[in-house]
């Protein structure tokens, strides 16, 4: 008899009304993206919908389930502002614990917030990571549900009156934050890391170096040393949730929050939002 008996702190029986045999909870595989709902839309849908897409394929050899636009363009409805989690998992044979076969799930989690998109631009300060980041086989597209890292490290910089982490290759080179991009300016020259398995191919970072380029801005892919930092004009934090924020500092060195730059990297991205 092949049966699955789970108990809670109780001792009592919840096998029936919970599952915990899938893979997301042995061994933290998932894969998530996460929206950003504006006026009840979906923020840069299109670009959600290819990571899922690649990501799936990857990592489950399956492709993405045909209803889930209807289903995304139905939960936004609900929601004047706020984010939209899509989390796939797949079920797993407790036997084994290997079993890759299993059926995919997923789940949709919705936070609403009170600002829209690009309403409040916050001013953050930046420590470095004690962990180092290595190549590794998850591709620069995959977000991958395994966030122990970041949230330790996030946790510990905030204990120093940090909000955030900056990782670091072992050779001293700049990645990302815990759950952001990041952009560099010095002069008129823009920088980023390029994506990686070190460093997520990011959505908003995609969109508004896009349209950065369009305007003619000079934007580079590559790397920065950490020694950089010191001659940096001005840096930003990029993701889907928060979209952009000022770095105000990062370790002792501080920057000048020019809001002139910052109100025309909002400008881009706002346009390339009217251009969906």
């Not at 991009?181 to 890391?193: Q, V």
């Amino acid at each position: 008899m092949n049966q699955l008996t789970i108990y809670d702190e109780y001792l009592t029986d919840i096998s029936k009304s919970n599952s915990f045999s899938n893979r997301a909870f042995l061994y933290g595989e998932s894969l998530f993206t996460t929206i950003r709902i504006s006026h009840s839309k979906p923020l840069f849908l299109e670009e959600h919908l290819e990571r899922i897409t690649a990501s799936l394929e990857f990592l489950y050899r399956t492709k993405i389930p045909k209803n889930i636009r209807k289903n995304i363009l139905k939960i936004c409805e609900k929601f004047i502002h706020g984010k939209l989690r899509i989390t796939f998992y797949q079920e797993s044979n407790y036997e084994d614990l290997v079993d890759k076969d299993g059926i995919i799930q997923l789940v949709y989690f919705v936070k609403e917030l009170e600002h829209d998109f690009l309403e409040n631009i916050s001013n953050v300060k930046l420590c470095f990571a004690d962990a180092r980041k290595t190549e590794s086989l998850i591709p620069s597209f995959l977000k991958n549900g395994n966030y122990i890292l970041q949230s330790l490290e996030k946790e510990n910089a905030q204990k120093n009156n940090y909000d955030d982490v900056l990782f670091l290759t072992h050779d001293g080179f700049i990645t990302e934050s815990s759950t952001s991009n990041i952009l560099l300016r010095k002069g008129d020259c823009f920088y980023t890391p390029a994506s990686s398995s070190m460093v997520l191919d990011g959505i908003t970072k995609k969109i508004l170096c896009r349209g950065m380029i369009k305007e003619n801005f000079k934007v580079k892919f590559e790397s920065l040393k950490v020694e950089k930092l010191s001659k940096i004009d001005e840096c930003w934090l990029l993701s889907s949730i928060v979209g952009i924020q000022n770095i105000a500092q990062i370790e002792n060195t501080s920057y000048n929050v020019d809001n002139n730059w910052t109100n025309k990297l909002i400008a881009i991205l706002k346009e390339e939002i009217e251009n969906e």
